[in-house]
Each structure stands twice: as C-alpha cells, then as structure tokens.
C-alpha cells in the first residue's frame, strides 16, 4: 500500500510538471545508463596494479629477462599501459626516439576510448537545468494565460497554483544535473589517473632501457 502511494505522489509530481518533465527524465536515464557502461569500463575492463605491473617489467629487464617482461603485457586487461609498455618493449633494440614515438602513437590511440561519452554528462547534465529553466517559462506562460481567462475571485488561487508548478521542471532539471555532474567529476578522474599510470610508466620504462643500452645489451634479441 505504501509502494502504491509513493508510485502515485511520483507520477503525481511528474504530471504537474507537465511533458517537459519526461524530457528531462529521459536525460538521467540515458546519463545513468552511460556512467554504469563507462564506469565497468574504466573500473573493471581496465583494472590493472599499476604499480606491481611496472615494478614486475623494470625487474625484468634489469636482469636481461626481455622475454619474461613481453610475457607480462599478455594480461588480460584493456589497460593502456600493457599496450604502451609493449610497445616499448618490442623496440628496445632501436634508437630513444623510435621507442617514445612508438608509446606516443600506442597512447594517443587508446585516449578515444578512455574519453569515450564521458563528455556527454556533461552536456546531459546542461541540458537537463536548460530544459528544467524551459519547462518553467512554458508553464509560467501557461499560467498567466490561464489567470486571465480566470474571474477575479479566482486569479489568485490560480497563479499561485500555476507558478507552483511551472517551478517542479527548475527542481527536477537541477536535481538531475547536480548527479549527472557529480558522475562526470568521477569518470574524469579515473580517466586522468589511468593517463597519469601510462605517461610514468612509460617513462619508467625509458629510463630501464636507457640503463639496459649503456651496459651494452642488444634488446631482445640477447635472450
């Protein structure tokens, strides 16, 4: 019974607000959809230690295992930093700048996927206080037409009543966009911390190779 009351003051308050109010439901629902997709992405598809997986490679390589430090970018994790440390790798015969260029191209590839639709909460979140504002103007003007085609006795209830409910699209469209940014804040983050993995990473690789070079190894190919 209680379930059934809530359901009804939900729909209540959507109706009151007028169709404008579907619009901006229709906006979280989509914003929501996209944080859980981006979130098992950059959370669970691209789950990696970091720190462990740098530390293993840097091992290897200080004791001339290239072959043991290739066999630990086969995870099986879409983390940039195993395709970029690979990259690496496999070009630890060849000249610094070859080996940087060639982490560079592997990074700047995998940025699109790592940005992918985390703008659009963002701009979700835009849309839903513009269209909450609209939904307002369109129910204010809705009100004063209705107020004077109103007798006089009853122009006061009815503007009273009609502003009221011109101000629930400003209350709904906030409401949806202070979460929707909230989620965009988040999925930012995890993007700038996983970017911020794969530049150390890289540069940790670097200067393991450079070191590698100067005590005379020939790469790979010394295995």
Same mark, same amino acid.
């Given at each position: 019974?209680?379930?059934?009351?809530?359901?009804?003051?939900?729909?209540?308050?959507?109706?009151?607000?007028?169709?404008?109010?579907?619009?901006?439901?229709? !906006?979280?629902? #989509?914003?929501?959809?996209?944080?859980?997709?981006?979130?098992?992405?950059?959370?669970?598809?691209?789950?990696?230690?970091?720190? #462990?997986?740098?530390?293993?490679?840097?091992?290897?390589?200080?004791?001339?295992?290239?072959? /043991?430090?290739?066999? *630990?970018?086969?995870?099986?994790?879409?983390?940039?930093?195993? %395709?970029?440390?690979? !990259?690496?790798?496999?070009?630890?015969?060849?000249?610094?700048? $070859?080996?940087?260029?060639?982490?560079?191209? /592997?990074?700047?590839?995998?940025?699109?996927?790592? /940005?992918?639709?985390?703008?659009?909460?963002?701009?979700?979140?835009?849309?839903?206080?513009?269209?909450?504002?609209?939904?307002?103007?369109?129910?204010?003007?809705?009100?004063?037409?209705?107020?004077?085609?109103?007798?006089?006795? $009853?122009?006061?209830?009815?503007?009273?009543?009609?502003?009221?409910?011109?101000?629930? %699209?400003? !209350?709904?469209?906030?409401?949806?966009?202070?979460?929707?940014?909230?989620?965009?804040?988040?999925?930012?983050?995890?993007? *700038?911390?996983?970017?911020? /993995?794969?530049?150390?990473?890289?540069?940790?690789?670097?200067?393991?190779? %450079?070191?590698?070079?100067? $005590?005379?190894?020939?790469?790979?190919?010394?295995?």
């Amino acid at each position: 019974m209680a379930e059934s009351n809530e359901r009804n003051v939900v729909v209540q308050y959507l109706e009151d607000g007028g169709w404008m109010m579907y619009v901006i439901l229709a !906006a979280s629902i #989509v914003g929501l959809i996209v944080f859980l997709e981006r979130s098992f992405d950059l959370y669970v598809m691209k789950r990696l230690n970091a720190k #462990v997986f740098v530390a293993k490679i840097i091992t290897n390589l200080e004791h001339k295992h290239f072959r /043991q430090a290739l066999d *630990e970018c086969q995870r099986k994790t879409k983390h940039p930093l195993v %395709t970029v440390m690979k !990259a690496g790798l496999l070009r630890a015969n060849r000249r610094e700048k $070859e080996i940087e260029r060639a982490m560079e191209d /592997q990074l700047l590839s995998a940025l699109p996927a790592l /940005q992918k639709r985390i703008a659009l909460m963002a701009l979700l979140a835009n849309i839903a206080t513009l269209l909450g504002l609209l939904g307002t103007i369109f129910g204010l003007i809705s009100a004063f037409t209705s107020v004077s085609a109103a007798s006089a006795a $009853e122009r006061q209830t009815a503007l009273a009543s009609g502003i009221s409910q011109a101000m629930y %699209t400003t !209350a709904f469209g906030i409401s949806v966009a202070v979460p929707l940014l909230f989620f965009h804040h988040i999925l930012s983050k995890r993007m *700038e911390s996983i970017i911020l /993995q794969v530049e150390g990473g890289a540069v940790s690789l670097m200067v393991a190779l %450079t070191g590698v070079a100067r $005590e005379g190894s020939k790469g790979p190919s010394a295995s």
